[in-house]
């Protein structure tokens, strides 16, 4: 069975960084996609950044450009979100997401992020 498994996540103060890292597990192929969403309390699922497997080619939402930087290690199914420069409107759920393809994407359990002013 397949396992997204996230850690990092923690509280800070605004303007301290964190990162957050996503092992997937149970499967031998390649990912189409590896990336990470946010959830805050009443709010709805947002990407927040995305790195396609074979392009390498990266997403990321306008709010987070240029303080967060996704990267991927393919050999240890695992992929990471250094979020730097954090601030209070980024505090929220985290989930790691990926993706085989055919729209057969799975889900970690998520990791919070809370960013005090």
């Known amino acids: 069975q397949v396992q997204l498994a996230e850690s990092g996540g923690g509280s800070v103060q605004a303007g301290g960084s964190l990162r957050l890292s996503c092992a997937a597990s149970?499967?031998?192929?390649?990912?189409?996609?590896m990336g990470w969403f946010r959830q805050a309390p009443g709010k709805e699922r947002e990407q927040v950044a995305i790195?396609?497997?074979?392009?390498?080619?990266?997403y990321y939402a306008d709010s987070v450009k240029g303080r967060f930087t996704i990267s991927q290690d393919i050999a240890k199914n695992t992929v990471y979100l250094q979020m730097n420069s954090l601030k209070p409107e980024d505090t929220a759920m985290y989930y790691c997401?990926?993706?085989?393809?055919?729209?057969?994407?799975?889900w970690g359990q998520g990791t919070q992020v809370t960013v005090s002013s």
């Open positions: 790195r396609y497997t074979r392009s390498a080619y990266t």
């Open positions: 997401a990926a993706d085989r393809g055919s729209n057969l994407k799975y």
């Open positions: 149970g499967y031998t192929g390649s990912w189409m996609y």
